[in-house]
């Protein structure tokens, strides 16, 4: 229940044969992203054996969190809604995969699902591909990721998503969940490298990304790329 919560609980179990006590602390993502769990779990240790002067600590907190809020509303005010709309008219608002037609097959199908894990000398040749185009090794495996969806599709323009943390600059330690989905437009043009390229270019362009994905999906009609919503909205059916 978003509206009247609790978005949070905490429980202790006390093992009576170790003479131990157990914490356990569950959140709702909405309130608090993977990022700062473990810092706030790393946080909430240290209290328990050196107390601090919580009155002094929470307003260190509290300024931190101000000056945040203060520093998005200005990405924010930076940004157009209009960007993402203009960027959407020349793509296809969804992804023609091939199976999703073959309803009986897929039922009787046993489904599988694997978990790929690079090895270290894989990871080396990787950062060291990133290190010589530029980019992140995240943007690599993005861009081959969507070369294969486009594959598979048969298309050459797509429109994926995926989640980033909006936190910049000095408010990495700020508490709480600022995420958000980002829009990435891709289209299958030259060599790899240039798929790279392209993207690089787009990086100028980073302060559209705190618009809320809510918004834009909100204004692209029938828009069926998958994306993941962490909150209700009633401008956005189906």
């Known amino acids: 229940d978003l509206i009247n919560g609790p978005l949070f609980r905490f429980t202790c179990i006390q093992n ?132 294969l969806i486009c594959q598979y599709s048969n298309q050459t323009k797509i429109i994926i998503t995926y989640p980033i943390n909006t936190r910049r600059k000095g408010f990495k330690s700020v508490k709480g969940a600022f995420l958000n989905a980002c829009l990435f437009f891709f289209e299958v043009r030259g060599s790899f490298r240039s798929c790279i390229r392209d993207q690089k270019k787009e990086r100028r362009d980073i302060h559209h990304r705190y618009i809320s994905i809510i918004e834009i999906l909100s204004r692209l009609e029938n828009a069926a790329f998958k994306c993941a919503i962490s909150q209700a909205d009633l401008a956005i059916s189906g």
Not at 18 to 46: A, C, R, V
């Open 16 to 147: 009576i044969v170790t003479n131990s006590t157990i914490f356990i602390p569950n959140f709702h993502h909405i309130i608090i992203d993977g990022t700062q769990f473990d810092k706030l779990m790393e946080k909430i240790s240290h209290h328990y054996h050196y107390t601090p002067n919580l009155e002094e600590y929470d307003q260190n907190c509290v300024a931190q969190l101000q000056a945040y809020i203060t520093w998005e509303a200005e990405q924010i005010k930076r940004a157009d809604l209009q960007y993402w709309i203009n960027k959407a008219e020349n793509y296809p608002l969804e992804i023609n995969l091939p199976y999703k037609h073959l309803l009986i097959d897929k039922i009787k199908s046993k489904e599988n699902a694997a978990l790929y894990r690079l090895d270290d000398e894989l990871y080396d040749r990787v950062q060291q591909c990133s290190s010589k185009l530029g980019c992140s090794i995240f943007d690599i495996f993005k861009t081959v990721w969507a070369l």
